[in-house]
């Protein structure tokens, strides 16, 4: 078996390497070759976006906006009248939304 092998290896199919050559630059990829610039460019646009990402998330966090009590009724209470068809009444009118103080005394 191992004198098969060896005769095999000593055998040369492609004495003027044409065939070599041809593998060769099927497989490898050339410098300026579309696949490489495509690859290149989609990396460097994911480094950026992850960096992008990684300063969004460092930079400090703004305090949301919290509005005060009465603010917060009238909202609820313009909403809720927003909600009514025309000439329909709901029922509720805006001493139903007193003040969270009043409300706990």
């Not at 290896?9 to 410098?31: E, M, N, P, V, Y």
Request: net charge positive; proline share 5%.
């Amino acid at each position: 078996m191992k004198d098969l092998q060896k005769e095999y290896q000593g055998l040369d199919f492609d004495q003027s390497g044409a065939l070599q050559r041809r593998i060769w630059t099927q497989i490898c990829a050339k410098q300026t070759s579309f696949k490489r610039r495509t690859v290149w460019s989609l990396c460097s646009a994911l480094a950026a976006v992850l960096i992008a990402v990684f300063v969004w998330e460092m930079l400090p966090t703004k305090t949301s906006y919290l509005p005060s009590p009465n603010e917060l009724n009238r909202m609820q209470f313009a909403f809720y009248r927003e909600l009514a068809l025309p000439g329909q009444d709901l029922g509720i009118s805006y001493d139903d939304f007193a003040p969270i103080q009043r409300r706990n005394l």
